[in-house]
């Protein structure tokens, strides 16, 4: 096996054991950046240099025994939403092309401070909206299983960068589904943790009160360990949650003997494909066959997730942006002859189509005469499905469905209709809007060759709960597989010479 | 003008509160300091910074309201107001709206006919305050200063219950010396750190409907909160006399030109999208912190001139002056502290300090001097080093200056001369000098007395004991008298 093939934790094991150091691991992960990068597109930032000189301090600090943790000196990317101090950090926007924090976010610092050593940054729709990753001002990303298709999104390049293996860790966020969506798409493992686990403090925001980082990973250890590195109360963020259970690789027990798990018949319903529909059933019996209670169950108001979030989102996000406006950093527009016509022209030429889009309809949503219908109703109905789950985790530990209706689509299909796409986040919106933990763990593929993700989702703070059952699973299953992207490119080389 | 109208005035007024930090983040809030350099990440609404809530801010709110019979809203909450300008870094602000702290309080204040009302308080917020802009017309361009944003404030909100410029100015003085009282805040009107926009609205007297009110900003004094309510109030009379309406506008005050000028009608009045800020987490108020805030209040006005007059056996007059002002009552308390001699000092204020305040047309506020060196000072007069005259002297160093008394005396020589010796030396020159009071003394008028007395103090440059002067004087002359 190459050391590009192996997961986090087991590249971990052998720098540990001196077997490997740290700037041989990131400039494996550097060769494979070169070699597939070209297809995948799933940076925005590669920052050689920098990553080889953080891998030789880590090594110095591994050697002076002051790094022990288990992802010391293993090569990360961040989603470029996550601020990282000197370097850029552009959101995927033009509003952000050359803004470079003077700040680390929490989650950046604590990764580096485990000894993990940042690669780069990824590829993401603008600002984090949108569902493929088609929304980047730098280009689309690639899907590695097929390039023909999206890797999902908003963090479809730290999922692409995943499956790709450039590299071994990488951290997502996600606000409607964000991580889950494209971990399903892209065939590999992804966590939104419990609201309030990980800090916001240097995420550049969407919807903040959705808004969480997460880890992307090979498999469930890997994004067990990455959360427990992650997982800290910080004075810096208001609603960080100060917890004590964040010791989750105690969760990765082969166990489901009686854990409930419930289905939601609504989540199986109308608009699932039927090869996702067969995988996640298949997945469900293989944990009924190691002992947990599977059964199906009316979770209902589903079909209010949808729009609840996106009044919540939007207007969350139409506040939130307007911090970008050509005064203190980022894009500023050329020729503006005023004050509000400099406003004006930065904004419609620093944001992209589907940004202005949420930027309207959460203006809207909040202003005056609109506030109390919009507004004030996604907030109760936010409530009410929150209650709705309260419910089902009285019966249930653990809800299983899909994460996503469908695998990935091709390019271009999803933008030109965004109430489509936007439909396309049914089962992962409501886990947000509730503030749940949820995940997603590779479970087949389609008959196209393309990956399917099962969910599963917890009560607050119960990440063990989805751990120890995606575990259980990955260990009947095996571990999904990472694409090959070096074979789809000598397909096409193939194809190209044959024309 | 046929028709009687009544004015019908409503305040808000913003107090800056006496952090040592931002409501949102560890800056500081020291005035001054060099552009920017009191700023971070989270006070110039860097992508991805967070707002984190001071408590220190929640119990000086918390304090104000208490003291001014507000109920509390135990579970309050902050919310975003929205809007564009470049001095408000994430173009938006956060205040309260749906859940302020305090409510439905109010302040006694004495009317002109020597009565008693109540001016209510409808509500007190907290909020942030933004940045300075500073438009450089040489170089044609506009800067920002963040070092003022992110400085906590609260908006005091008044019922529209003043009918008067005297009333405001009652309310104002009143509501002021409840938050200095408190610490709350220095409320000093001409440096900004307390601001009041007037609602005013005439109407025909007997009329139970209010006018239509305009909000007017840029008052940076009481005087200019009067003359400004005087100028609105008889713009809209001509208006209503005239048959035209009164349209609903913020207006700006010129007080060089005593007039208010448009800034924006109701029209062109911005949608502030208010909502909850996700950033922050509801505020709870526990029974136990309200407790606790009351048991911390310090003694107020009525309670401290009672003090004055028992402890301190101060007349009801001088206590009444003393305590008007917080200033002038924490000098006093000092400087009594350090010299025991409680009427001593109050005569200083009372006399000389007021004296020198309307001479620089100053407020109280506004004084600079340390209340120990005013102590020393009058230890210097007690001792006999210094007389009264150049004691004055003295003081008027150091209410400008806040010279060290001691030092100053000994630098300049002010020391009171006691030297016999030369004193009768410089008598019998002086007595030389002016053969023709000698003889009108003599001749039995005893003004000239104080001629010859003046010419010899002036001859020691002031120095002199004047007790001494006129032993030695009355000697000399009488001597003279009996050869």
């Given at each position: 096996m190459e050391l590009w093939q192996m997961t986090a934790l087991e590249l971990g094991r052998k720098i540990k054991d001196k077997e490997v150091t740290a700037v041989e691991a990131a400039k494996a992960s550097l060769a494979q950046i070169r070699k597939v990068e070209g297809t995948v597109h799933a940076y925005v930032t590669v920052d050689e240099e920098g990553a080889l000189l953080r891998a030789k301090q880590a090594q110095e600090k591994i050697e002076a025994g002051e790094l022990a943790g288990p992802l010391a000196g293993v090569p990360v990317a961040v989603k470029d939403n996550i601020c990282t101090k000197g370097m850029r950090t552009t959101c995927s926007s033009r509003m952000l092309e050359n803004f470079v924090p003077t700040y680390s976010a929490d989650a950046a610092e604590r990764l580096t401070d485990a000894g993990a050593v940042i690669l780069g940054k990824t590829n993401m729709d603008e600002f984090a909206m949108?569902?493929?990753?088609?929304?980047s001002a730098f280009g689309v990303t690639r899907n590695p299983w097929n390039p023909e298709h999206v890797p999902g999104g908003s963090s479809g390049g730290s999922c692409a960068a995943v499956a790709a293996g450039e590299c071994f860790l990488a951290l997502g966020s996600d606000t409607g589904g964000s991580i889950r969506q494209p971990s399903s798409f892209c065939g590999v493992t992804g966590i939104k943790p419990?609201?309030?686990?990980?800090?916001?403090?240097?995420?550049?925001?969407?919807?903040s009160s959705l808004d969480q980082i997460g880890p992307v990973g090979r498999d469930v250890a890997d994004c067990a360990a990455l959360l427990e590195v992650l997982a800290a109360h910080d004075c810096r963020d208001s609603t960080s949650v100060a917890r004590k259970d964040t010791d989750f690789t105690a969760a990765l027990a082969d166990d489901v003997k009686g854990m409930r798990i419930g289905i939601p018949a609504d989540y199986l319903g109308e608009g699932l494909d039927a090869g996702v529909r067969r995988a996640v059933l298949e997945a469900a019996q293989v944990l009924k066959e190691r002992g947990a209670v599977v059964e199906q169950f009316d979770l209902s108001l589903v079909e209010y997730a949808i729009p609840a979030y996106y009044v919540i989102a939007s207007a969350e996000a139409s506040s939130n942006l307007s911090r970008f406006d050509g005064v203190k950093y980022g894009y500023r527009c050329e020729d503006a002859e005023g004050l509000h016509h400099m406003y004006k022209k930065t904004r419609s030429e620093g944001f992209g189509p589907e940004v202005k889009r949420r930027i309207m309809l959460g203006s809207f949503v909040l202003s005056s005469g609109y506030y109390d219908a919009y507004y004030l109703k996604a907030l109760r109905t936010k409530a009410l499905i929150k209650k709705a789950f309260d419910e089902a985790f009285a019966k249930y530990d653990v809800i299983l469905g899909p994460a996503a209706p469908y695998t990935a689509p091709r390019l271009g299909e999803s933008l030109s209709d965004p109430i489509q796409m936007y439909l396309g986040d049914i089962y992962t919106i409501s886990v947000n809007l509730a503030g749940l933990p949820g995940m997603t763990v590779p479970c087949g593929m389609d008959a196209k060759g393309l990956p399917i993700g099962l969910q599963l989702i917890g009560d607050c703070f119960k990440e063990k709960n989805i751990l120890r059952a995606g575990y259980a699973f990955e260990q009947a299953r095996g571990r999904a597989p990472l694409a090959d992207v070096g074979r789809l490119t000598e397909a096409e080389k193939k194809e190209g010479e044959a024309r | 003008m046929s028709r009687q109208y009544e004015t019908v005035i409503g305040l808000e007024v913003h107090v800056e509160l006496a952090t040592r930090t931002k409501i949102f983040c560890g800056c500081s809030t020291a005035f001054g300091g060099a552009p920017n350099t009191h700023t971070c990440p989270v006070c110039t609404g860097m992508p991805g910074s967070l707002p984190v809530l001071n408590k220190r801010v929640v119990e000086l709110a918390l304090a104000v309201g208490l003291a001014t019979g507000c109920s509390i809203n135990q579970y309050c909450k902050f919310d975003r107001k929205n809007y564009f300008y470049p001095d408000n870094p994430q173009n938006y602000q956060i205040s309260q709206l749906?859940?302020?702290?305090?409510?439905?309080g109010g302040v006694e204040i004495e009317t002109a006919d020597g009565g008693k009302k109540v001016v209510g308080i409808h509500e007190i917020h907290m909020e942030e305050d933004a940045g300075k802009l500073i438009h450089d017309e040489w170089e044609d361009c506009s800067l920002v200063d963040f070092?003022?944003?992110?400085?906590p404030l609260i908006e005091i909100v008044s019922e529209p219950d003043m009918r008067s410029a005297d009333e405001v100015i009652a309310y104002l003085d009143k509501l002021r010396l409840i938050i200095q009282y408190l610490g709350a805040s220095d409320c000093k009107l001409q440096e900004g750190s307390m601001r009041a926009d007037v609602n005013l609205s005439v109407r025909e007297a007997g009329a139970r409907e209010f006018g239509t009110r305009t909000e007017m900003k840029n008052l940076n004094s009481f005087k200019a909160i009067a003359r400004a309510i005087e100028g609105e109030r008889t713009r809209q009379i001509d208006l209503l006399e005239s048959g035209r309406p009164v349209i609903q506008e913020t207006r700006r005050w010129d007080d060089a030109k005593e007039y208010s000028y448009a800034m924006r009608s109701k029209e062109d009045a911005q949608d502030y999208r208010y909502f909850p800020d996700p950033d922050l987490t509801p505020v709870v108020i526990s029974d136990e912190m309200i407790r606790e805030i009351r048991n911390r209040q310090p003694e107020f006005r009525t309670e401290k001139k009672a003090r004055y007059i028992k402890e301190f056996g101060l007349p009801e007059y001088d206590a009444d002056i003393l305590t008007g002002t917080k200033r002038l009552a924490d000098i006093f308390e000092e400087a009594v502290a350090v010299c025991h001699r409680p009427k001593k000092v109050s005569n200083w204020l009372m006399v000389e300090t007021m004296r020198l305040l309307k001479e620089r047309e100053m407020?109280?506020?506004r004084i600079t001097f340390s209340p120990e060196h005013l102590a020393k000072l009058i230890g210097l007069v007690e001792a006999g080093t210094v007389n009264g005259s150049v004691a004055k002297e003295v003081f008027e160093k150091i209410f400008d200056e806040d010279v060290d008394p001691e030092r100053y005396v000994e630098e300049h020589g002010l020391k009171m001369e006691n030297d016999t010796d030369a004193l009768q030396k410089t008598v019998a020159e002086v007595v030389e000098a002016n053969p023709q009071s000698v003889t009108d003394y003599r001749a039995g008028k005893k003004k000239a007395m104080g001629f010859l007395v003046g010419q010899t103090m002036k001859a020691t440059g002031g120095k002199a004991n004047p007790a001494a002067v006129n032993q030695i004087l009355r000697e000399i002359l009488e001597e003279k008298q009996h050869e």
């Amino acid at each position: 096996m190459e050391l590009w093939q192996m997961t986090a934790l087991e590249l971990g094991r052998k720098i540990k054991d001196k077997e490997v150091t740290a700037v041989e691991a990131a400039k494996a992960s550097l060769a494979q950046i070169r070699k597939v990068e070209g297809t995948v597109h799933a940076y925005v930032t590669v920052d050689e240099e920098g990553a080889l000189l953080r891998a030789k301090q880590a090594q110095e600090k591994i050697e002076a025994g002051e790094l022990a943790g288990p992802l010391a000196g293993v090569p990360v990317a961040v989603k470029d939403n996550i601020c990282t101090k000197g370097m850029r950090t552009t959101c995927s926007s033009r509003m952000l092309e050359n803004f470079v924090p003077t700040y680390s976010a929490d989650a950046a610092e604590r990764l580096t401070d485990a000894g993990a050593v940042i690669l780069g940054k990824t590829n993401m729709d603008e600002f984090a909206m949108g569902s493929t990753t088609e929304t980047s001002a730098f280009g689309v990303t690639r899907n590695p299983w097929n390039p023909e298709h999206v890797p999902g999104g908003s963090s479809g390049g730290s999922c692409a960068a995943v499956a790709a293996g450039e590299c071994f860790l990488a951290l997502g966020s996600d606000t409607g589904g964000s991580i889950r969506q494209p971990s399903s798409f892209c065939g590999v493992t992804g966590i939104k943790p419990t609201y309030g686990t990980v800090s916001r403090y240097g995420l550049i925001a969407y919807g903040s009160s959705l808004d969480q980082i997460g880890p992307v990973g090979r498999d469930v250890a890997d994004c067990a360990a990455l959360l427990e590195v992650l997982a800290a109360h910080d004075c810096r963020d208001s609603t960080s949650v100060a917890r004590k259970d964040t010791d989750f690789t105690a969760a990765l027990a082969d166990d489901v003997k009686g854990m409930r798990i419930g289905i939601p018949a609504d989540y199986l319903g109308e608009g699932l494909d039927a090869g996702v529909r067969r995988a996640v059933l298949e997945a469900a019996q293989v944990l009924k066959e190691r002992g947990a209670v599977v059964e199906q169950f009316d979770l209902s108001l589903v079909e209010y997730a949808i729009p609840a979030y996106y009044v919540i989102a939007s207007a969350e996000a139409s506040s939130n942006l307007s911090r970008f406006d050509g005064v203190k950093y980022g894009y500023r527009c050329e020729d503006a002859e005023g004050l509000h016509h400099m406003y004006k022209k930065t904004r419609s030429e620093g944001f992209g189509p589907e940004v202005k889009r949420r930027i309207m309809l959460g203006s809207f949503v909040l202003s005056s005469g609109y506030y109390d219908a919009y507004y004030l109703k996604a907030l109760r109905t936010k409530a009410l499905i929150k209650k709705a789950f309260d419910e089902a985790f009285a019966k249930y530990d653990v809800i299983l469905g899909p994460a996503a209706p469908y695998t990935a689509p091709r390019l271009g299909e999803s933008l030109s209709d965004p109430i489509q796409m936007y439909l396309g986040d049914i089962y992962t919106i409501s886990v947000n809007l509730a503030g749940l933990p949820g995940m997603t763990v590779p479970c087949g593929m389609d008959a196209k060759g393309l990956p399917i993700g099962l969910q599963l989702i917890g009560d607050c703070f119960k990440e063990k709960n989805i751990l120890r059952a995606g575990y259980a699973f990955e260990q009947a299953r095996g571990r999904a597989p990472l694409a090959d992207v070096g074979r789809l490119t000598e397909a096409e080389k193939k194809e190209g010479e044959a024309r | 003008m046929s028709r009687q109208y009544e004015t019908v005035i409503g305040l808000e007024v913003h107090v800056e509160l006496a952090t040592r930090t931002k409501i949102f983040c560890g800056c500081s809030t020291a005035f001054g300091g060099a552009p920017n350099t009191h700023t971070c990440p989270v006070c110039t609404g860097m992508p991805g910074s967070l707002p984190v809530l001071n408590k220190r801010v929640v119990e000086l709110a918390l304090a104000v309201g208490l003291a001014t019979g507000c109920s509390i809203n135990q579970y309050c909450k902050f919310d975003r107001k929205n809007y564009f300008y470049p001095d408000n870094p994430q173009n938006y602000q956060i205040s309260q709206l749906y859940l302020p702290i305090c409510h439905d309080g109010g302040v006694e204040i004495e009317t002109a006919d020597g009565g008693k009302k109540v001016v209510g308080i409808h509500e007190i917020h907290m909020e942030e305050d933004a940045g300075k802009l500073i438009h450089d017309e040489w170089e044609d361009c506009s800067l920002v200063d963040f070092n003022r944003s992110g400085v906590p404030l609260i908006e005091i909100v008044s019922e529209p219950d003043m009918r008067s410029a005297d009333e405001v100015i009652a309310y104002l003085d009143k509501l002021r010396l409840i938050i200095q009282y408190l610490g709350a805040s220095d409320c000093k009107l001409q440096e900004g750190s307390m601001r009041a926009d007037v609602n005013l609205s005439v109407r025909e007297a007997g009329a139970r409907e209010f006018g239509t009110r305009t909000e007017m900003k840029n008052l940076n004094s009481f005087k200019a909160i009067a003359r400004a309510i005087e100028g609105e109030r008889t713009r809209q009379i001509d208006l209503l006399e005239s048959g035209r309406p009164v349209i609903q506008e913020t207006r700006r005050w010129d007080d060089a030109k005593e007039y208010s000028y448009a800034m924006r009608s109701k029209e062109d009045a911005q949608d502030y999208r208010y909502f909850p800020d996700p950033d922050l987490t509801p505020v709870v108020i526990s029974d136990e912190m309200i407790r606790e805030i009351r048991n911390r209040q310090p003694e107020f006005r009525t309670e401290k001139k009672a003090r004055y007059i028992k402890e301190f056996g101060l007349p009801e007059y001088d206590a009444d002056i003393l305590t008007g002002t917080k200033r002038l009552a924490d000098i006093f308390e000092e400087a009594v502290a350090v010299c025991h001699r409680p009427k001593k000092v109050s005569n200083w204020l009372m006399v000389e300090t007021m004296r020198l305040l309307k001479e620089r047309e100053m407020d109280a506020d506004r004084i600079t001097f340390s209340p120990e060196h005013l102590a020393k000072l009058i230890g210097l007069v007690e001792a006999g080093t210094v007389n009264g005259s150049v004691a004055k002297e003295v003081f008027e160093k150091i209410f400008d200056e806040d010279v060290d008394p001691e030092r100053y005396v000994e630098e300049h020589g002010l020391k009171m001369e006691n030297d016999t010796d030369a004193l009768q030396k410089t008598v019998a020159e002086v007595v030389e000098a002016n053969p023709q009071s000698v003889t009108d003394y003599r001749a039995g008028k005893k003004k000239a007395m104080g001629f010859l007395v003046g010419q010899t103090m002036k001859a020691t440059g002031g120095k002199a004991n004047p007790a001494a002067v006129n032993q030695i004087l009355r000697e000399i002359l009488e001597e003279k008298q009996h050869e």
